[in-house]
């Protein structure tokens, strides 16, 4: 599971400046397009369970805005995966409808920024 695997990763990127992060998660989707294309194409599957990188780059996506605490951690996974897992609309017209690297890359873009959207209302209105 690659949302699990990117903890150590965003715990990490949590001592970086808010700029730094949002350039190396920039930075990190805009590749993970032509690494996804190039898995997809490697394997002969399209979205393959061992292609992660999305997942990594959707959980740096949900944390982008908010202070890193192991309540936050907890609460932007869950938000994540419920988001990457349930797909609502449109993350599962997109999922549908767009193909090869960014079609791998776009559902998870936006399961992040969903998470990251609730997660920031939470942290910030002080519910958690």
Do not use: Q
């Not at 990763?9 to 808010?18: C, F, K």
């Not at 002969?44 to 982008?64: K, R, S, T, Y």
Request: aromatic share 10%; hydrophobic share 55%.
């Amino acid at each position: 599971m690659g949302s699990l695997a990117a903890i150590p990763l965003i715990w990490g990127m949590s001592y970086l400046s808010s700029g730094s992060y949002v350039v190396l998660t920039i930075a990190a989707f805009l590749g993970g397009i032509k690494i996804c294309e190039v898995a997809t194409r490697d394997l002969g599957v399209h979205d393959h369970g061992g292609i992660v990188w999305d997942e990594i780059v959707g959980m740096m996506i949900a944390f982008v805005f908010v202070p890193l605490n192991p309540t936050s951690l907890i609460i932007g996974f869950l938000l994540f995966r419920f988001f990457d897992i349930l797909k609502p609309w449109p993350i599962s017209e997109l999922d549908r409808n767009v193909h090869g690297g960014l079609g791998i890359m776009v559902d998870d873009l936006l399961a992040g920024l969903f998470s990251a959207l609730l997660l920031g209302l939470l942290v910030f209105s002080s519910i958690i």
